[in-house]
């Protein structure tokens, strides 16, 4: 009888980031940018953000939304 060889079950991969502009993910979570921008300043826990270029700053929605999801805006 032969066996059957599976393939090895792998982790679900990750969602694509989706890049937002402070005032973009600021309108999409429901805060002020100027909010927005204080919790980037004083939260540690906040997600990460990218300076692209010198007048360019993006943000993850999908760490955004985690974020929020576990109490971090509250």
């Given at each position: 009888m032969a066996m059957k060889l599976?393939?090895?079950?792998?982790?679900p991969t990750p969602p694509r980031p989706q890049w937002a502009r402070p005032k973009e993910a600021a309108q999409h979570s429901g805060i002020s940018v100027s909010t927005f921008w204080r919790y980037a300043k004083?939260?540690?826990?906040?997600?990460?953000?990218?300076?692209?270029?010198?007048?360019c700053t993006l943000i993850d929605?999908?760490?955004?939304?985690?974020w929020i999801s576990k109490g971090g805006a509250a």
């Open positions: 599976h393939a090895p079950a792998s982790a004083e939260r540690a826990d906040f997600p990460p953000l990218r300076r692209v270029g010198s007048r929605l999908n760490q955004l939304d985690a």
